[in-house]
């Protein structure tokens, strides 16, 4: 069974960092594309960030420059780091695992910025 768990959402100030995580267990974690995705309610879940099974990472257009996502096979995780988060940045995040089974999401962990 696929299970992908996110931790380490909350409420945060505008301005502050914030480093997620996402366990993955039931998928050859080091073959599968991670990915970081975000929405806010009535909206299109958008990206914020994918590392391939390389380790090559390539970011959404709203937090480039202020999010890095990396990884560690070892642990089968896959980590959010954001940095200088404004109001915008407010929405449940997901983790997404790409495999040749097909894709898979966790449950979300809501982070909220306030001003």
């Known amino acids: 069974q696929v299970r992908l768990v996110e931790s380490g959402g909350g409420l945060v100030q505008a301005g502050d960092s914030l480093r997620l995580s996402c366990t993955a267990s039931g998928i050859i974690f080091s073959s599968a594309t991670m990915g970081w995705y975000r929405q806010v309610p009535s909206e299109r879940r958008e990206l914020v960030g994918v590392?391939?099974?390389?380790?090559?990472?390539t970011y959404g257009d709203s937090v480039k420059g202020r999010a890095t996502i990396s990884r560690d096979n070892a642990k089968k995780m896959v980590y959010l780091q954001m940095n200088s988060l404004k109001p915008d940045d407010t929405g449940v995040y997901y983790c997404k695992a790409v495999t040749i089974t097909g894709p898979y999401w966790g449950q979300g962990t809501q982070v909220t910025v306030s001003s």
């Open positions: 590392i391939t099974s390389g380790g090559s990472a």
